[in-house]
């Protein structure tokens, strides 16, 4: 179906683009104010509004915990550190093409979703990156509230810390978590731009915590020496390149999340250079600065009290000291709301709005999450490393690969990273496809989906996997979702796929007084 008339798109000089007029989108039924393109002149995050961001989505307890499973489950911290490393440096790769249609558009990963997947459909991967939100949502304030109840317990005594079981857990634990819950909810309740000053001045004090629980365990274990000299138990031989393909899309998996919703921050973006200069400087070295810490406090517990404890509120709480204990976890508690709020409230947010666009606002998006976080049980999925890992990072890694394949191909292959601002907001416009869904996406997806995890394994999958004669690929879950996905949606899209000839782009060149913009009729654009 042809698209309907509407206004016009100005392009800037940088190449970033805006609607002049937001009065022909503003009463369609796929608008509302949180999800309306950012005008330029509020695009004003900075490279270091990037690197903050990064710097306090990375340092929290479950990016420790991440490092510390892998020293848990055997390998050397040369292993570890590898791993994390080279997982890290692949998953930017798509997280900075996703995020380049933000700072182009100045629309959020839904929205963005749409130009692929339909007006319709994107709330498809939209609620699918806002299920798994949910779940690190209710995983990060459990341990939130595990540190408040660590805290609370060396001020309080005894008392405090054995009280009364109710459900599995001390009474005083499940009112730590329910405390962490609420003053998550009142930070997002007041909106993103709350959400981006938490994270500029928490973002130099994050590391304090880490960093205070490395020195201690030096102290107590002699230096660096006996450490780095702690043996992993899978060695360089098969063991632990078994181990490794699976571990690796884990690390990939840890931040597939944000590969995808990037968008949602870059939006706010002054320039392309600044968004990705402050990604390129804040993701890699921000989590191997963690990872750092990690595996070596790990491996410091490990010769302090002969086990290796991968959470390191635990591992706190074995300190002797209690000014040691209440300083660090205070910095980790502060840690985890800036992490918790960037990573796993702002895209439920605003995919949950994107699916209910006239009655969920952002704030209410993010209540939502915060009650499905509670009810996806998050004390399960971090009880043990082998299912932090293999099950639930390894299976929803997958499943978002298949969905940054999509966006990626569309993106930048079929599309030419050129879209229709106005049509993404248009009922039955440039986007509607068949009914508001665009079936080539969601066979990709589901292409790229069961052959990234239909031979799921391990944990509460059976031992055989579920499709068995796809359990080989189960190990390499992220990368074959994303390169399946991305092969699909090109094989099905290219074929039929036809630009407008220049005879009939219909632009017209205007001067403004804003970057020497120009105005393009959107209808002209590539389809």
Sequence with gaps: MEPTARGTQIVHSDGRVELGDLTSIQDSRFYNDELAPVPVEKRTWSTY??????MGMAHNI???ALAASLIALGM??????????????????PMLA??????????????FARAFYGTRGANFAALLRAFIACGWFGIQTWVGGEAIYIIVGRLAGSGWKDSAVVAGQHWTLWLSFAVFWVIQMLIIWRGMEAIRKFENWTAPLVSVGFLILLG?????????????????????????????????????????????????????????RKQVRGQILGLPTTMTFIAIVAILTTSGGSVLYGEQIWDPARLADKFDSPVVVVVALVALVLA?????????VVSPSYDFSNAFPKKVTFAIGGLITGVIGILIMPWK???????????????????LGAVAGVLVAGYWVVNRTKLDLAGLYTERGAYWFKGGWNWKALVATLVGAVLSVGGAYGGPFPADGLIPFLKPLYDYNWLVGLVAAFVT?????????KSLPLSEMHTEEESSERSGASRIDPATMDR
């Design 49 to 54: 509004n990037y690197f903050a961001l990064w």
């Design 62 to 64: 479950p990016s420790y």
């Design 76 to 93: 050397n911290w040369v292993q570890a550190l590898l791993t994390i490393t080279i997982g890290n440096i692949v998953v930017l790769a």
């Design 98 to 111: 996703n995020s380049h249609a933000g700072t182009k558009y100045g629309i959020p990963f839904p929205v």
């Design 216 to 272: 201690y365990v030096l102290i107590k274990a002699g230096g660096f020496g006996p450490i780095l000299s702690e043996p992993g138990k899978l060695g360089w031989g098969p063991d632990f390149w078994k181990v490794f393909a699976p571990t690796l899309m884990a690390m990939i998996a840890f931040w597939s999340t944000l590969s995808l919703n990037m968008p949602d921050f870059t939006r706010f973006g002054g320039s392309q």
């Design 336 to 344: 985890t709301i800036s992490a918790n709020l960037a990573a796993n």
């Design 381 to 399: 999925l971090y009880s043990d490393p082998s299912i932090y890992i293999f099950a639930w990072l390894g299976f929803y890694g997958g499943l």
């Design 489 to 497: 949606y090109l094989a099905l899209s290219l074929p039929g796929h």
